[in-house]
């Protein structure tokens, strides 16, 4: 029986993944004026435990629970075993510019992970996360009408973003040496709609930006001692090819519809290395640095310049006693910190961000890994100055992570 319901849950969860993945427009989860370039923003969150923990884990292994940031970790999924994890995430923005403000407020699914163990040395996994968001509005733009000196309005919606359906596969070379696999099929939709008033005659131009490509990645983790252990991951270039539908209205109802290709979006080698220290299996520290080579890419959006780009983050977390009787002494504690220097240059300002993190794992009962994970972020990007915005944002992310048993005969019937 146990088994059973552990196939059919297992058999549910893929199906629900797989009509996750049609919804292309679901990671939308932005309403930054950022996310006008390029494909948008990057996500910076991933599966439960790490949001908290300032985006840091590329040495963590997942032996309690899904690690998405390093395809190696996957090796250190207990035999029998097998995790879902599954979150949503609200955020308040205030865009700050010039003395002005507008607060925006956003709300959505965040990720769909789950992971499993093929034999003692090997593990599987399959994520489906938001790898960028889109969603902007500018409103009341106004330009001159050539050859006069009338002038006419313009609004601009932006929104949509990429998803990364993402395979990772880890295997145990020694007791010591993991290795890992990423491969990710990337796809999604961007959408523009500008709306220009000239008197009484509007005219309406529909794009619809649509993506898709392959990209694959390795890692490994190395235990120095049993208490330190030291890792590394790498993203290879990869090229996203692109068509364009666009659709021009007028206010008659008339329209013309065209379709074409756009030249592919080329995204950079990405390296980055970790570490994670257990002390006195209270405290866990997490360390990362990642460097993402976009100067040789070669690529400039509207008004800005793709640079290489530098992402630091570090994370502690406390636990009191993780086999404890009482339950206060088995919840984690967690806090954190991210500095990213922006892979945009715009008039040879970058768009910098930073963010604080603080969380807490919630156990569901004693001897299971299974949990609710809970993270507040506060940030900001970019600054007020030279024509920018200044965002400052609070982010509040919740994980549902479980943990299984897999096909284990009850002892008795």
Sequence with gaps: MMMNNNLTFFIITVLLTIQYTHSQNI???????????????????????????GNAGIAMPSNTSINNLNPASYAAIPLNTFFFDIGIKAQRETLTEQGSEEPRLNAN????????????????????????????????????????????STNIFGSGGLNDFKLNYGYSITEKLRLGLKASILFGEITE?????????????????????????????YEITKNFTFGGIVNLPSNLNGSQETTVIQSDGSFLE??????????????????????????????????????????????????????IGLGLEYTAKKDGLKYWQRVQYRTGMSYDTGNLSINDNRI???????????????????MLNLTYSYGQKGLVTNGLIQENYHLLSLNLSLEGIWFIKPKFK
């Excluded at 034999?119 to 006069?148: A, M, Q």
């Excluded at 500008?194 to 009484?200: D, G, K, R, V």
């Design 193 to 221: 709609t500008e709306t220009s008033i000239i008197e009484n005659t509007s005219l309406t131009l529909d794009e619809s930006n649509a993506y898709f490509g392959f990209r694959f990645g390795a890692g490994f983790q």
């Design 258 to 311: 065209t379709t074409d290709d756009l030249d592919d979006f080329k995204l950079p080698l990405e390296i980055g290395v970790g570490i994670h220290l257990n002390i006195r299996d209270k405290f866990a520290v997490n360390f990362d640095y990642k460097r993402n080579f976009w100067d040789a890419t070669n690529q400039s959006d509207r008004i800005g310049d793709y640079v290489d780009q530098d992402v």
């Design 109 to 152: 699914f965040s990720n769909l992970a789950l992971a499993f163990p093929i034999n003692k040395k090997s593990g599987l996994g399959l994520t489906l996360i938001p790898y960028t968001n889109v969603g902007y509005v500018i409103l009341d733009v106004i330009s001159n009408i050539e050859g006069s000196n009338d002038t006419y």
């Design 27 to 53: 990671n939308s989860l932005s309403s930054s004026p950022y996310s006008l370039y390029g494909l948008g923003l990057t996500n910076e969150l991933s599966t439960g435990t790490t949001n908290a923990l």
């Design 352 to 370: 910098r961000n930073y963010a604080f993190n603080f969380g807490i794992g919630l156990p569901f009962r004693r001897g299971s890994n299974s």
